[in-house]
T-cell receptor, first 119, second 114 residues
Framework: GAVVSQHPSWVICKSGTSVKIECRSL??????MFWYRQFPKQSLMLMAT?????????EQGVEKDKFLINHASLTLSTLTVTSAHPEDSSFYIC???????????????FGPGTRLTVL | QKEVEQDPGPLSVPEGAIVSLNCTYS??????FMWYRQYSRKGPELLMY????GNKEDGRFTAQVDKSSKYISLFIRDSQPSDSATYLCAMSATGGTSYGKLTFGQGTILTVHP
């Protein structure tokens, strides 16, 4: 159980275009999902917290107009990188948290990640 | 100073060895402690989840938390080449009945050679 998928697994795009990444919880409902960014040989950096039916909460320094997050349902959150530039090239990973009613609200399960390359 | 410090390694051990991975932290509010394993170009996989101080064992893995020293450890017994990966510690001040923001260590690269 607790499987999270991401699509696509990798994407190459031209500078100036927008890219959408999907994150799905396959066998559980996730009221809250998280989006991370990871540079080579570095740890995960939290970008934003995505809440179903409400606006995402962005971490300091993350441009909300550039990284658009939509949490349309209890099993789907999307991250859109708008007007992508080469410096946006990175590994983007989402996670979903288990149900807080079971006292496991910060037990996060991660997707396989999406490698974005902007030319 | 980073909130969570983790030696990035790399750490190389022979098959069958006991591996010790560690993290220190500065935020005394952290109460929930996790270890994740991440293979190259994959998302992190949750290995161990502990609350407050103490030990937790799961198969070949043992997690220890010493809140008085702000120090956590992960031990891997009878290490296998398939254990070769990056190990990340993560911590949270809240959780349980609320969603907690995780703070990650840098990750330790482990190689177990046959």
């Amino acid at each position: 159980g607790a499987v999270v998928s991401q699509h696509p697994s990798w994407v190459i795009c031209k500078s100036g275009t927008s890219v959408k990444i999907e994150c799905r919880s396959l066998d559980f409902q996730a009221t809250t999902m998280f989006w991370y960014r990871q540079f080579p040989k570095q740890s995960l950096m939290l970008m934003a917290t995505s809440n179903e039916g409400s606006k995402a909460t962005y971490e300091q320094g993350v441009e909300k107009d550039k990284f658009l997050i939509n949490h349309a349902s209890l099993t789907l959150s999307t991250l859109t990188v708008t007007s992508a530039h080469p410096e946006d090239s990175s590994f983007y990973i989402c996670s979903a948290a288990l149900d807080t009613s079971r006292g496991r609200g910060n037990e996060q399960f991660f997707g396989p990640g999406t490698r974005l390359t902007v030319l | 100073q980073k909130e969570v410090e983790q030696d990035p390694g790399p750490l190389s051990v022979p098959e069958g060895a006991i591996v010790s991975l560690n993290c220190t932290y500065s935020n005394s509010a952290f109460q929930y402690f996790m270890w994740y394993r991440q293979y190259s170009r994959k998302g992190p996989e949750l290995l161990m989840y502990t609350y407050s101080s103490g030990n937790k064992e799961d198969g070949r893995f043992t997690a220890q938390v010493d809140k008085s020293s702000k120090y956590i450890s992960l031990f891997i017994r009878d290490s296998q080449p398939s254990d070769s990966a990056t190990y990340l510690c993560a911590m949270s001040a809240t959780g349980g009945t609320s969603y907690g923001k995780l703070t990650f260590g840098q990750g330790t690269i482990l190689t177990v050679h046959p």
